[in-house]
């Protein structure tokens, strides 16, 4: 009986690894290469278990700034790339990486800066006047520095405005960080800074910090998602990858985006062409 018992486990624990072992194997997974506000924002934990609920496909983020995610997708370590800096993206596909971009959603850029606002920009709607005051007054400004969208975008204003900035101007302050980060730098130093609003909302570190400037057009601030392209990148998980490009710009992909919110403000804004 003991070894009728025995054999019985035996087998049935061979069963469970054998069956496990094949859960294990059939699991679908993607890369996904993007900027750090998609992930500081809470969007990725916010949708990414609602995408998997509905095809069971793990997505596994690597958060950067946009020019490292990009490049991440040119060595083919990465299935997707969602980034936020239209410029480089359609560089991306010109280049053969992927062979389309396909716009998801968008938010806008904020000034930030502290309350005692020593450069005198609050209340203003452009940001080129604002990013003269600064220099002018040469107050303490925080700059990704990270080849990010979001550094690309402050890198364009400062060249709107006429005016060169280099580390090796006391009051410009390169971090090489991601949004959080810098946000967190400005905050320490009461300096002002470049966000995207959705980083913004869901920081909780904020000191004296406020939002100066907003609502210039220029502050618009568009993502793209992109497939790393399979003929380029055998290892590209192309069925997978282009479920999740398909979940983001479908009604529901696009109603779920709409309902991410933080303190009752939406925090990202879907405009997928349909």
């Given at each position: ?19 496990g072992s094949q859960v294990f194997a059939q699991e679908k997974s993607i890369v996904v290469s993007s900027t750090t506000s998609t992930e500081q924002s809470g969007l990725f934990d916010f949708i ?227």
């Amino acid at each position: 009986m003991k070894k009728l018992i025995s054999n019985f486990l035996l087998s049935l624990l061979a069963a469970i690894s054998i069956n496990g072992s094949q859960v294990f194997a059939q699991e679908k997974s993607i890369v996904v290469s993007s900027t750090t506000s998609t992930e500081q924002s809470g969007l990725f934990d916010f949708i990414l278990p609602i995408f998997k609920m509905k095809t069971g496909i793990n997505v596994k983020v690597v958060a950067v700034g946009t020019g490292q995610a990009l490049d991440i997708g040119r060595r083919g370590d990465a299935d997707v790339v969602f980034v936020h800096d239209k410029p480089a993206e359609e560089i991306f596909v010109q280049e053969g990486y992927s062979t389309k971009r396909n716009e998801v959603m968008y938010n806008d850029f904020v000034l930030i800066g502290p309350k005692s606002d020593p450069a005198k920009v609050g209340g203003g709607k452009d940001i080129q006047a604002a990013f003269q005051k600064i220099a002018s007054a040469q107050a303490p400004f925080v700059s990704r520095g990270d080849k990010s969208g979001t550094h690309a975008a402050e890198l364009r204003y400062w060249k709107s405005a006429g005016i060169t900035v280099s580390p090796s101007q006391g009051w410009y302050k390169e971090t090489g960080s991601g949004m959080g980060p810098a946000l967190n730098t400005a905050s320490a130093m009461n300096g002002y800074i470049l966000a995207d609003r959705g980083t913004w909302l869901s920081f909780k570190n904020r000191g004296d910090l406020t939002i100066l400037v907003q609502g210039d057009p220029k502050l618009f601030n568009q993502y793209g998602v992109m497939l790393v392209n399979p003929a380029k990148f055998p290892s590209v998980k192309k069925a997978e990858g282009q479920a999740f490009i398909d979940w983001l710009v479908s009604k529901n992909g696009q109603d779920v985006i709409a309902s991410y919110q933080i303190g009752g403000e939406q925090l990202f804004f879907p405009n997928a062409k349909k």
